[in-house]
């Protein structure tokens, strides 16, 4: 293994929309590079890296595709894994040109670890991004692949035990490395102004939610609540979904037939920070997270949290009513019972979890994710 200042790394993570992954894979490379001089290059197979690229790192494109083919939905998981595939050749060609000494994959990870079967000296790290479910296909397609990674990197513990139990890799193989995901940079992003046509929305108290319209985030069952807060608590509040996904007909459809006039969803957001910190309250009724990015980032904009208790990342972070409030996944009695309670809850209290979730993301920084990676290799 040569010295960290001497590294060649590629960053891989196919993808059509944009997902928090992507962000955090960016993340990752920028903590490496600013703490090491290592090279980076962003393998940008679909166009998933486009929208970071500042002319300051090298990218490696395949095609840019991901504005003009669907991105979301099974037709975009299918071209995913397609062109995923069809690339395969041309992450050779790289591979032999470049002479990476490490691949470290957010997403598709099964490719770079096939590369093991050509370059034997090729570092492969796949960082698992999400919390993983495994079908019987999946499993399979992990236990052929995954398993030759030279390195695993999860987030949380309870996802480095299920790859040990289920899929059998090793643990000496297995970190956890908290993401990089806190930076002055989102402090920074904060301080933008709301668009214009928004600012409405700020004129009464907002609780905001945030992530893909997708069945993972559970966004119709915080509506359903919603609606029911509506008709039982005099509270005169917005609520704010920031996102886009296969969901977003659906639960537009809900808001209109319940005539939710207090609920809107705003879209896909390049700036979401700017929204979160002008929240009283983040809310995520998430069915599983890996670890929640967005709990993160709320905590370190002193934003209060009301969370499910799912799996993984909130139920290793979070410690009801120390750091946030957490009510029982699915369980509506329990959240419109948490719900009135940060209803009622004084500003000492409000500051108190506040701190103590910042206390909690200490390890989220792109300095302690730079230390955590180096020390896989010593």
């Known amino acids: 293994m040569k010295k960290k200042k001497e590294l060649k790394i590629f960053v891989w993570s196919p993808m059509l929309s944009n997902v928090g992954t992507n962000t955090a894979m960016h993340g990752i490379a920028k903590s490496i590079e600013k703490y090491s001089d290592s090279k980076i290059y962003f393998v ?23 504005h003009i083919i669907p991105n979301t939905g099974k037709i975009s998981k299918f071209l995913i894994l397609f062109f995923s595939i069809l690339s395969i050749p041309f992450l050779i060609k790289q591979i032999i040109s470049k002479k990476p000494d490490i691949i470290i994959s957010g997403l598709v990870g099964f490719v770079p670890s096939l590369m093991k079967y050509f370059f034997k000296n090729l570092i492969i790290i796949n960082s698992i991004q999400g919390y993983p479910k495994f079908n019987f296909f999946r499993k399979l397609i992990w236990k052929i692949f995954y398993k030759k990674s030279d390195y695993l990197i999860t987030m949380t513990k309870k996802t480095k035990q299920e790859l040990k139990s289920i899929i059998g890799i090793n643990e000496k193989k297995i970190f956890v490395i908290e993401n990089p995901v806190i930076s002055g940079n989102i402090r920074k992003l904060s301080n933008d102004n709301i668009d214009y046509e928004e600012k409405f929305i700020f004129k009464k108290k907002v609780f905001c939610a945030i992530g ?54 705003l879209g896909f957001k390049n700036n979401p920070y700017k929204y979160l910190v002008r929240s009283d309250l983040y809310i995520s009724t998430s069915r599983w997270e890996e670890p929640g990015h967005t709990l993160l980032e709320a905590g370190y904009l002193n934003v209060p949290i009301l969370s499910s208790d799912c799996p993984n990342g909130p139920n290793e972070i979070m410690h009801n009513k120390l750091n946030g409030l957490k009510y029982e996944l699915g369980n509506k009695s329990d959240f419109m019972e948490k719900f009135q309670e940060f209803i009622n809850i004084d500003e000492g209290k409000k500051y108190s979890l506040s701190l103590n979730m910042k206390k909690s993301i200490i390890n989220y920084t792109q300095f302690r994710f730079s230390k955590n990676f180096f020390k896989i290799f010593e």
């Not at 486009?50 to 840019?64: A, C, E, M, V």
């Open 212 to 265: 893909r319209l997708t069945y993972q985030k559970n966004f119709l069952e915080l509506l359903k609540y919603i609606n029911e807060i509506n008709n039982l608590i005099k509270v005169d509040f917005n609520l704010i979904i920031i996102g886009d996904g296969e969901e977003k007909k659906m639960l537009q459809n809900y808001i209109e037939r319940n005539n939710l006039n207090n609920c809107f969803l």
């Open 44 to 66: 940008d197979i679909l166009g998933e890296f486009s929208k970071f690229n500042d002319g300051k790192n090298s990218y490696i494109r395949f095609l840019k595709i991901n």
